[in-house]
């Protein structure tokens, strides 16, 4: 049998409350053309993040039953450790609240003014959080890797010649740890191969660098090593997994995307003086050190689902219906990152809407436009993210992990193509108020006329 299906019964339905064009109009409106500012109940399929949006197994629901509530040393943390402990081999593991906790954690201790961390891309909190120290964030992702529609089996790759000269030009001394963010979410959710996450280890190593992966979509990584990189076929997702964490000094991972998790984060680290300096920020502002700001129940819910994510059954199904999104868009001549990633599809808004320049968004008018068309809310990964830091104008559509089923799907292809047909008459926008910070989450926009 050629087809693969969802693995998985549903047992519980959520109703999708169907809306009209004008009333999306309205929402739209009330928004002020920024759909983070949108309630979800007016959304018909949400595709704004893939981060704490999983819907979690039964096993995972029995767990959180079983969850124990104890302040120090609980059942449920014990699981989790040992879960985590097999996975990545790391000695000292830590549960937050989220990626972006572990990250505060991580870059208080490490980062400051003067230091440089550079990343293949960081993600636009571990970003945040490196700005917040006074540190400085480089992207060093692979040229291919900036290039939507250059095919390349590993675009997430870290340019192993830029952080050379990177080291040479700044000095090893102000580059506290170099990290990779598997896959590379905001280059368009590409894998990184083992052979560089070798290679990069070798660089670090010479200069005395850590390196530290962001590790929040590890097992996708993984199965694109499995599938894509020479050598790798007949090797296990977890053998694969527990390799990328061997060569790492440390990671953060955010439970919210392989870890089939609502909330829930991880900072894992290796060396004991800093461990020991993370415990006490953690007590500060997470939570003692075997909940981090979670509940027990938390602590079961990802304990199993970082354990479920390896499975083959799901990877495969996972990673498949993602690429049938980018295939079907792809066929209908909608540009988007090629090859597509692991947890979403990157529509090249840029590419798709010539006549709006990076000043006048066309990422977020490609947003408004799917919202109005279909209810469907996508996400901009542009100049209204990342503001002059932009290099690409992309749309994101995040696939919530065992969330929507193949009809979802060719539903979300139909309003894309019909809203491609139309690309001649979508507006640019413009910002009114912003912060000055991550100013996509609350930014009030109208459109331009
Ligand atoms: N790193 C990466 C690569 C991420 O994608 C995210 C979150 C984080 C760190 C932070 O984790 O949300 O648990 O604090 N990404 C979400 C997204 C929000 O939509 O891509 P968090």
Redesign the pocket.
């Known amino acids: 049998m050629k087809s693969i299906i969802e693995p998985f019964r549903i047992k519980m339905v959520e109703p999708i409350r169907l809306t009209t064009e004008p009333q999306r109009e309205a929402v739209l409106r009330r928004a002020d053309f920024n759909l983070f500012r949108v309630p979800a109940d007016d959304v018909m399929i949400d595709l704004?993040?893939?981060?704490?949006t999983s819907a979690m197994s039964s096993e995972q629901w029995a767990g959180m039953l079983r969850g124990d509530e104890s302040y120090a040393g609980a059942r449920s943390w014990h699981r989790f450790e040992s879960v985590m402990r097999e996975l990545t081999g790391m000695p000292h593991i830590l549960p937050t609240h989220?990626?972006?906790?572990?990250?505060r954690i991580l870059f208080e201790l490490v980062g400051g003014p003067g230091k440089v961390v550079p990343n293949n891309t960081h993600?636009?909190?571990?970003r945040a959080n490196v700005e917040h120290s006074g540190a400085e964030a480089v992207d060093l992702v692979i040229d291919e890797g900036l290039r939507p529609r250059e095919r390349h089996p590993f675009k997430g790759n870290l340019d192993p010649a830029k952080l050379e000269r990177l080291i040479a030009g700044v000095g090893a001394s102000r580059i506290p740890l170099v990290m990779v963010?598997i896959t590379?979410?905001?280059g368009g959710g590409q894998p990184v191969s083992l052979a560089n996450l070798r290679e990069v280890k070798a660089i670090c190593t010479r200069h005395g660098i850590p390196l530290f992966l962001?590790a929040?979509?590890f097992a996708e990584n993984a199965f694109f090593i499995q599938r894509r990189e020479p050598g790798q076929g007949e090797r296990s997702i977890r053998q694969i997994v527990r390799e990328m964490f061997e060569l790492a000094d440390g990671a953060?991972i955010?439970?919210?995307?392989d870890g089939l998790a609502n909330i829930?984060?991880v900072l894992l680290l290796r060396d004991d003086a800093l461990a020991r300096r993370a415990d006490d920020l953690c007590i500060l502002t997470e939570g003692f050190v075997t909940y981090g700001g979670l509940a027990g129940r938390d602590l079961e819910a990802m304990a199993q689902g970082f354990t479920e994510v390896l499975e083959d059954d799901y990877l495969r199904y996972r990673i498949r219906s993602v690429e049938y999104l980018g295939e079907r868009l792809l066929e209908g001549g909608v540009p988007i990152v090629e090859p597509p990633g692991g947890?979403a599809i990157y529509i090249d808004a840029g590419a798709l809407l010539p006549q709006i320049p990076s000043e006048q968004f066309p990422g977020q008018a490609l947003v408004c436009a799917l919202y109005r068309h279909a209810g469907i809310r996508a996400?901009e990964i542009g100049s209204v993210m990342f503001g002059a830091h932009a290099k690409m104008e992309l749309v994101?559509l995040?696939i919530p992990r065992r969330v929507y089923t193949q009809s979802h799907i060719d539903y979300v292809i139909e309003a894309v193509l019909e809203v491609a047909e139309r690309r001649s008459r979508l507006r640019g926008l413009r910002i009114v108020e912003a912060p000055p910070s991550l100013r996509h989450f609350s930014a009030r926009f109208v459109e331009l006329t």
């Open positions: 704004l993040t893939d981060s704490g989220q990626g972006r906790a572990s990250e993600f636009d909190t571990t963010t590379n979410n905001s962001d929040c979509r953060t955010s439970a919210k995307k829930g984060g947890h996400c994101r995040a």
